[in-house]
């Protein structure tokens, strides 16, 4: 038989020996509930939670108090897909916060009067495998240090396995 449970709360904060750090509440709660098929990994970003499927960041959820332009549902996508989304999505655009007029992140903006249905519907792309959402995270940095080895710069030296480097180990 399991014991009990106490109520926490019902404990002034002052008497609890560790103290317990509040988590911010998931903005848009109902995107992941809308992605839950597809078990979806979280992940802090830029203050506002990271959407991924597999490999591939798909979205970020934000709501925070300064620059409240760009609250809403981030897509992950490249330049080349911004025509034919914003012909799904009207009120697409690129996010501010980055200071560049045109970006790869684009937002579905929490303000829209359509914002919870274009929310779902990048959902269901997302869902059916739509191509145009979705980054695999570092490939554009990967491809850059390829580059800069072929071209002769230097890398960190790793040690060879069994020396004591705990990165050649894995």
Known sequence: MSK????????????????????????????????????????????????????????????RREGKADNGVWLATTEEHHQSLRREFPNMRSIQVFGKKVTGWQVLPADAKDFE??????????????????????????????????AGSPKRAELPKGTGNARAKS
């Open 4 to 63: 009990p449970r106490r109520d926490r709360a019902s404990f002034p904060l002052a008497d609890t020996l560790f103290a317990i750090k509040q988590r911010k509440p998931v903005p848009h709660e109902f995107v992941l509930d809308a992605m839950a098929p597809m078990s979806p990994e979280t992940r802090s970003m830029f203050g506002c939670l990271a959407i991924y499927v597999q490999d591939k960041i798909v979205l970020i959820l934000r709501d």
């Open 117 to 150: 249905e274009a929310a779902l519907r990048a959902c269901e792309l997302v869902l059916a495998g739509d191509p145009r959402i979705g980054k695999v995270p570092g490939a554009r940095r990967a491809s850059r240090s390829g580059a800069k080895q072929a």
